[in-house]
């Protein structure tokens, strides 16, 4: 199939998948109301193979050390997946399913599988990562970027995390863990029940950002908008985290937005 725009709908929500930029969620819209910031670069983009920054754009693998581009210099940022053109498995009404087949500068042949589900109330993402050839260690995890004001109040963030990742003057974690600090945020923060993160715009909106996952970046450092991103590790975590992908064993993660009208 080709790599056309999507659009799922369920009740009075509407999503728009855009699988030949990037495989991302272009718009949510709650009864008209659009709550993803718009844009090429923004809606919500998958963070695959890797989420966040890569200390020099160079992680280890065994004995190996890969290099990946700095395009975030000096780091390397958010995976390559958002940068391709994914193509569409199946589509319905209100659910969506698209793969991307990973390809050079990342090292190692993979597929990755993005599903989107829709009903009145929720999104459902789920993404797997899988290799038929080598293991390989990756990360997943999604990157919206939420509009901060839906004409009334700017958003309000809750959340009550485990720990935050100490944030160095490179923006990545030190390795301490200390105790949450008030935004703004750039930063990493454990949630070891999982992510649970309330966004509200008072009188407006309700969302809940939830995952089984146990990391969440939140970034609030922009007048636009306010990112919440579930992720299966820290900032660096090829480095320091990392989940391996073998042909046995795909990696898996699901987030899902629930919302209600206030």
Not at 5 to 20: F, H, R, S, Y
Not at 78 to 94: I, L, N, Q, S, Y
């Amino acid at each position: 199939m080709s790599n056309e725009d999507i659009t799922l709908t369920a009740g009075d929500a509407e999503v728009t998948v855009l699988p030949g930029n990037g495989g991302r969620v272009g718009g949510l819209r709650v009864a008209g109301t659009e709550l993803l910031r718009q844009g090429e670069r923004f809606g919500c983009f998958p963070m695959v193979p890797w989420c966040g920054r890569i200390r020099d754009g160079r992680f280890r693998d065994g004995g190996t050390v890969h290099q990946m581009p700095l395009n975030s210099p000096p780091h390397a940022i958010h995976g390559t997946a958002r940068d391709g053109a994914w193509k569409t498995a199946r589509v319905r009404a209100d659910e969506a399913v698209i793969t991307y087949d990973l390809v050079e500068p990342w090292p190692y042949p993979g597929r990755v599988t993005q599903q989107f589900a829709l009903t009145p109330d929720s999104l459902t993402l789920t993404m797997s990562v899988e290799t038929y050839d080598s293991s390989f260690p990756a990360q997943i995890g999604w990157h919206p970027w939420f509009n901060r004001n839906l004409g009334g109040e700017d958003v309000r963030v809750d959340f009550t995390p485990g720990w935050q990742e100490e944030r160095g003057d490179d923006h990545l974690p030190t390795g301490r863990r200390i105790d949450p600090r008030p935004g703004p945020w750039d930063d990493c923060f454990g949630m070891p029940g999982g992510v649970d993160v309330t966004l509200t715009w008072p009188g407006q909106l309700e969302l809940k950002v939830t995952s089984r996952e146990e990391w969440v970046v939140v970034y609030d450092e922009q007048e636009a908008a306010v990112c919440v991103e579930p992720q299966t590790g820290p900032p660096d975590g090829l480095n320091s985290l990392p989940r391996l992908v073998t042909p046995l064993e795909p990696l898996e993660a699901t987030a899902m937005w629930t919302w209600q009208r206030l």
